[in-house]
Each structure stands twice: as C-alpha cells, then as structure tokens.
C-alpha cells in the first residue's frame, strides 16, 4: 500500500470514528498527552487541548499523559520539569479537563514503571531500520538540531506505542504527521497478538481537523522554544505587547490569503477560533485599516476568549494541594490498567514462575 493510499485509509477510518463517537462513547479508550516543556499556549490549546475537552464532554474515557521521560530525548537534563508539570496541570484544569467529574486520567511517565517495562518486550518486536526510517523522528531530530541523537530519541516510537498499549488505548487524535508513529504502535500491536496471545488492540488515528498555529513570526509551529509563543496563562498586558511585536507585511489591505500572506492569515485564523466568523469575514471587516487594526483586534478578541479560562487557572493556583491531588489520583488509577496489562503480557510469554 503506498504512502497516499495509507493516508487515505487513515481519513476514512477517523471520519467514521468521528461519526460514531457520540452515539457509542464507551467503545473507546483515548491516550494523548504532552511533554512537560514548559507551560501550554494558544498553540496547543487550539491544535489539540479543546479537543480533548471536547472527547471527554462527549463521555470518552481519556487518558492524558505528561511524558516526563521524553524530555531526555532531547535535552541534557529534565530542569524545571516539577515546576512545568504544575503549569501543565493548571493549563488542563483550566481549559476544561476534569477528573473528578469526567472519566479522564491525568498521568505521569515516571510514576508507571510497569508501562515502562513494556518498552523490553516491544522492543523485540521491531527492527533497528524500522526506527531509523521513521519520519516524524528524523523531524524531530532537525527541529532539535541534534547532531548526535541519544538511544532514548530512537527508540521513541516504541515507548509511544507502550504509552498507548499499556491501557489497550483504541483511539489516538493525532495530526499527519504522527501517523508513522501510530502506524508502529499498531505493528507492535499486530505482532505481539500473532507471536504470543492476542491482548493488544489497533490503536486508530482520530485525525485533527485543528488548523496549525503559527508563531508571532509568522513562519514556523508556535512553540516556546522559538519565542515566538502566547501563553495561555499569560496576562491581558503581556498578550498584547505579544501581539503587537507580530510579524505582518506592509499592505494595508487585509486580505486572507496563507499561500502569499501566511503572517497575516495566521493572525486572521486566530481571530476566526476565537469568535467563530471565518478569516474571509474577519479581513473584510477590516479591510483597509492596516495590521495596526489587525493587531488590535486579535487582542481583543484572544483576550475575552481566554478570560474565564485565566480566571479559573488563578483560581486553581491558589489551592496548592490540587495539581497533587489530581496527578496522585490519575497515576494511581493508571497503574492499576499497567499492572493488569503487564501481568497479561507476561502470562502470554510464559513468564510467570509459580
């Protein structure tokens, strides 16, 4: 099957999924996370966090996981990693992901050794030139610009697949460009089920709709790495000297256009998330008045729509004891489907002595 054909199948597959969601939410289990980098921005809000929201409303089960072991694949040391977990959680709590009410786990990497240990048995399944061929870590390893990649960036795809199949997750929201991972996860499912005992599900890809956000810069991904980044937890004050530092171009006629003006475009789209008219209604109501009247009315606009969120993410900040409770909470309920899935493992590979 070629490249295109798989892409296709991936679409096809997500749209039915999509259209089954609702009506049969219990037939899925999500897994999804982030890396504890830093704190979320607009970026993540908009490509992936309102969609979890939005699963978890809908009455999936969702486990979200901060991966706190991936930060070494490409860094030297973890850092503040205590304080960005923190920041992390108080970005979910505030964007909507609740634990105590919905059915979603909140965890971390280093607190499940059991999902760890999968990562010996899975690595037997897949070939070191299977891992060198994958294209999101070559990406990954460019936009890192690491000349010398460590064990742990390669073997990436197989703790992702152990991520996800130490829950037996079913269902995975992911961009194009994570599909080569997913597609790894469901080989080592496959194979797994066909040397020892079937045990493991197919992840599916739930393929985003979620447009990419640009940086300020208005020429690569939003990310803090590139400082070109709005936080979500970031002051009304401090968004709109960030935004007024966008980059723009000098015609004063907006106009959405993202294949000629993608700086412009990314500022149009921004606007068009946050009050829901499309980019076209947004550039003419602006028409002539300059990315001085484009500046201005992207803080606006990002500014009322992420006010309720900033004032339940002060509000969580003031109970110190509430990112512990929620993250103690999820892993103890992570590890009872790791020790259960692990003890299944080891029974299907005969390793259970007495």
Do not use: W
């Not at 103690?328 to 992570?334: E, F, S």
Request: with cysteine; hydrophobic share 40%.
């Amino acid at each position: 099957m070629t490249a295109h054909a798989t892409f296709e199948e991936a679409i096809r597959k997500s749209e039915l999924i999509s259209a089954d969601l609702s009506k049969n939410p219990q037939k899925y289990r999500v897994l999804t996370g982030d890396r504890p980098t830093g704190p979320l921005h607009i970026g993540h809000y908009f490509g992936t966090l309102a969609n979890r929201v939005r699963l978890q409303n809908s009455g999936l089960e969702s486990l979200i996981l901060i991966a706190d072991y991936q930060v070494l694949t490409d860094r030297d040391s973890v850092g503040q990693i205590a304080a960005n977990v923190r920041e992390i959680l108080l970005d979910y709590l505030a964007a909507g992901l609740d634990p105590f009410k919905h059915k979603t786990i909140i965890f971390a990497h280093s607190a499940i050794p059991e999902l760890n240990q999968l990562l010996l048995p899975f690595l037997t399944l897949v070939s070191v030139p299977e891992l060198e061929r994958n294209p999101t870590v070559k990406d990954e390893i460019k936009a890192a610009g690491l000349n010398i990649i460590n064990a742990a960036m390669l073997m990436y795809p197989v703790h992702q697949a152990a991520d996800i199949l130490f829950c037996k997750g079913n269902l995975v929201p992911v961009g194009k460009d994570q599909l080569p991972h997913l597609e790894l996860s469901r080989k080592i499912a496959r194979r797994f089920n066909e040397r020892y005992k079937n045990i493991f599900p197919e992840p599916d890809a739930l393929l985003s709709e979620a447009p990419t956000i640009l940086g300020l810069d208005g020429s690569q991904k939003m990310s803090k790495s590139r400082n070109n980044a709005i936080f979500l937890g970031a002051s009304e004050d401090e968004t709109a000297k960030l935004i007024k530092s966008a980059k723009t171009d000098a015609d004063r006629q907006i106009t959405y256009d993202p294949e000629t003006r993608p700086e412009v475009a990314n500022l149009l789209r921004l606007i068009s998330l946050c009050t829901g008219q499309t980019p076209v209604q947004v550039a003419d109501q602006i028409g002539d008045q300059g990315s001085g009247k484009l500046k201005a009315l992207l803080t606006d606009s990002l500014n009322a729509y992420l006010a309720p969120m900033r004032k339940r993410r002060l509000e969580f900040a003031k109970n110190p004891g509430l990112v512990s409770k929620v993250l103690n909470m999820g892993n103890q309920r992570a590890r009872e489907f790791a020790i259960k899935t692990l003890d299944e493992v080891r029974g299907a590979m005969g390793m259970i002595y007495g």
